[in-house]
């Protein structure tokens, strides 16, 4: 009886989350025909219109295709809005569009990294220059949304809310004793002293060769922080440097009295402060548009038949065709080669957002890259991160764009294997037998060390990929080996420190970009079109569903700790020979 009871409930269990999941897959399918029948000229705002804009999300580079990108599901994370691409493209064509009268910024706390609050903060300051408003307003406000919030016209904190200006750090996790523990011993052959990706896994300290680096790069991030937040309230650097070394901003007052914010209110009397603004009444409803829906709202469309293609190239970079978060090299290989025989392609622009990866699949992508430049102009875009593989497909490019707060640089390469005997032998209790004929039949077995005949097979293997690298981000940017050399090693730069260096050229963002691809062109009129295609709805819908679940599950055994295990789950995937920077960048 027990026995029947225990299928009888499984079965019944099995059937109600395969309901469930037939009713998600049917909303999915459902919402999809609709988003993909909807005519973008129906939409139509009413005058006084005003844009909302929030940016406590993990903003994409570009919005999917995914019909539950705007829906939550009980317990699980999910995306709140629009890709990087379409909250730009809102704000451009909010300041030339009548309806809209200005901008309220939600300017709670932000998970986003500096290059790409840059980015928005710099169209917002376009903006502005159409005489229209930007109001911002937070509860909880943290240095990347005050980064942002600080071009605002006027700054609002609720009365009980925070904000926390404390300065830039950057933390390291260290995995090494972990790994001790369960019987897992990473071996790392590197060439660049500075290349500190696998660091973490054979150290339970930082280098000082890492240490510096960081130190560099952060304080030139600081810096430029400082700087602008100074610029934006009409403040000198060291009143805004004293402010934050010194944590004098403590509650919503010290804010108001420093400058740093405009008053404290609550949304309903900025939101009076806004209908006041827009000549309404007291009683009347502010015409909020959301970003979302915004974005179907037509603008101005060229039709001209010159097209300039923009390929994003987001995530790691792996072989293969790899999916819309990583960097496959067949599918952007494949995506180059296109754009190139077609005529009426007449430029490239290149979005790099990548840590890099595999340094074969890196290679794949450089050549096509090469290619496509003898024909028509190929222009570098660089995102929040740009670096080592990431920078290796870069290099051959005609102009390389940067914002001042990308990370980028990191030209070094290093391989991992490892050694599992303990793990294998005294943790699980399994021994491996080996027959081999030839010396190296067994390279890169789990159950031992390698030895100091393989370390060297691979060391050299390792230094002829370094210098490749270093060839050719040379050629690229017409600059000598040992030039290169001497910047490379594995270091990594902020965007001001690569413009001082000479690899890259200038500052802006993907705008920027576009234009200098024109320009090289030669075109006065043209229209972009946006590479790779994405996933279709239902492919999104279901790897939505399937990553959610098991992302939820995980998080929830792991709590805290599942930060760490996401750092050894990717340690583990890094086998081979590999151009990448540290796995874990965050500044906080």
Same mark, same amino acid.
């Given at each position: ?20 999941? #037939?009713?998600?897959?049917? %909303?999915?399918i459902?919402?999809?025909? $609709? &988003?993909?029948?909807?005519?973008? !000229?129906? +939409?139509? *705002? ?27 599901f ?7 809005? #629009?890709?990087?691409?379409? %909250? ?5 064509? $909010? &300041?030339?569009?009548?309806?809209? !009268?200005? +901008?309220? *910024? ?13 980015e ?42 925070? +904000?926390? *200006? ?11 004793g ?74 919503s ?45 037509r ?79 190929v ?50 209790g ?56 001497s ?11 690569a ?30 079109v ?7 709805p239902?492919?999104?819908?279901l ?35 590999q ?10």
């Amino acid at each position: 009886m027990k026995q029947f009871f225990k299928f009888m409930f499984a079965s019944l269990l099995g059937f109600i989350i395969g309901g469930f999941l #037939l009713i998600f897959i049917l %909303i999915g399918i459902a919402a999809g025909i $609709a &988003s993909g029948g909807s005519d973008e !000229k129906a +939409i139509a *705002l009413k005058d006084n219109s005003v844009l909302k804009l929030k940016l406590n999300y993990i903003i994409p580079e570009r919005s999917t295709k995914n019909p539950f990108y705007f829906f939550d599901f009980p317990g699980m994370e999910s995306g709140k809005s #629009l890709g990087l691409n379409d %909250i730009l493209a809102n704000i451009k064509k $909010a &300041s030339e569009d009548d309806h809209i !009268k200005g +901008i309220y *910024l939600g300017a709670d706390v932000s998970p986003n990294s500096y290059a790409s609050l840059e980015e928005i903060r710099n169209a917002l300051i376009k903006f502005k220059k159409s005489k229209k408003f930007i109001y911002a307003y937070a509860e909880l406000m943290d240095e990347h949304s005050y980064y942002v919030a600080s071009v605002a016209d006027r700054i609002y904190l609720n009365p009980s809310g925070d +904000i926390l *200006l404390n300065g830039f750090s950057q933390q390291v996790f260290y995995i090494k004793g972990l790994l001790d523990k369960i019987g897992l011993e990473p071996e790392l052959i590197r060439h660049g002293k500075y290349k500190a990706a696998g660091e973490p896994l054979i150290a339970d300290k930082m280098s000082e060769a890492n240490r510096k680096q960081i130190e560099a790069y952060m304080g030139n991030l600081y810096r430029y922080f400082l700087k602008n937040i100074a610029s934006a309230r009409k403040k000198n650097v060291e009143e805004i440097t004293d402010i934050v070394n010194q944590l004098q901003v403590q509650n919503s007052k010290d804010a108001v009295r420093l400058g740093i914010i405009d008053a404290v209110k609550y949304e309903d009397e900025v939101e009076a402060e806004i209908k006041s603004k827009l000549g309404i009444g007291e009683k009347a409803k502010i015409e909020f548009v959301s970003n979302s829906k915004y974005k179907n709202v037509r603008g101005e469309v060229s039709t001209s038949d010159n097209k300039i293609a923009v390929v994003y190239c987001v995530g790691d970079i792996i072989s293969g065709k790899g999916d819309d978060e990583t960097i496959g090299s067949e599918k952007i290989a494949a995506t180059l080669k296109k754009i190139r025989e077609d005529d009426k392609y007449k430029a490239v622009v290149l979005r790099i957002n990548s840590p890099g990866g595999s340094a074969l699949a890196s290679d794949v992508i450089w050549r096509e890259v090469v290619l496509c430049k003898k024909i028509k102009p190929v222009v570098v875009s660089m995102g929040d991160v740009a670096a080592s593989g990431g920078y290796y497909i870069a290099a051959p490019a005609d102009a390389i764009i940067a914002q001042p707060n990308t990370i980028t640089g990191s030209i070094g390469v290093f391989g991992l294997m490892l050694n599992a005997k303990e793990l294998l032998n005294n943790k699980l209790g399994i021994k491996i037998e080996t027959v081999k004929f030839g010396e190296f039949s067994d390279l890169g077995s789990p159950d031992r060390p390698l030895n100091e005949a393989e370390r060297k097979v691979i060391q050299k293997a390792i230094d002829r990929v370094y210098a490749d690298f270093i060839k050719r981000v040379a050629e690229g940017r017409n600059l000598s080996e040992a030039q290169i050399d001497s910047l490379a090693q594995g270091r990594v730069y902020s965007g001001v420190e690569a413009k001082a260096l000479g690899l890259i050229d200038g500052f802006g963002g993907l705008d920027k970009a576009i234009e200098v691809a024109a320009k090289k062109a030669k075109l006065t009129e043209y229209r972009t079109v946006i590479l790779p295609e994405l996933k279709d709805p239902f492919s999104e819908l279901l790897s939505t569903i399937s990553e959610n679940t098991s992302t939820y599950f995980m998080k929830r055994e792991l709590g805290s700790d599942y930060r760490q295990y996401v750092q050894i789950k990717n340690a583990l995937k890094y086998q081979g020979i590999q151009m990448r920077m540290s796995y874990d960048f965050k500044i906080q």
